[in-house]
């Protein structure tokens, strides 16, 4: 089974080689049809501190690492 990637913002970068990435997704209400937006934050391993808050992350599935980090972020790709 193919591992999820997923994107979105960098809400903090407090953690030591932790960040925490909020991920928006749109869903269309079931009764009302309106488009409404959904997030949920994911807490995930950040090996080299490369990310700070406000950036633009992607996140890959991964083993876990602690009670809460089942996420790692992918490198910054390189311009």
Do not use: F, Q
């Amino acid at each position: 089974m193919p591992k999820r990637i997923l994107e979105g913002v960098v809400v903090s970068d407090k953690g030591d080689k932790t960040v925490v990435v909020k991920v928006e997704r749109t869903i269309v209400h079931p009764l009302l049809k309106k488009i409404v937006r959904r997030s949920k934050k994911y807490h995930a391993h950040d090996e080299s501190n490369a990310y700070k808050a406000g950036e633009v992350a992607r996140i890959v599935e991964c083993a876990p690492k602690s009670k809460l980090k089942t996420w790692e972020v992918l490198p910054k790709a390189s311009a």
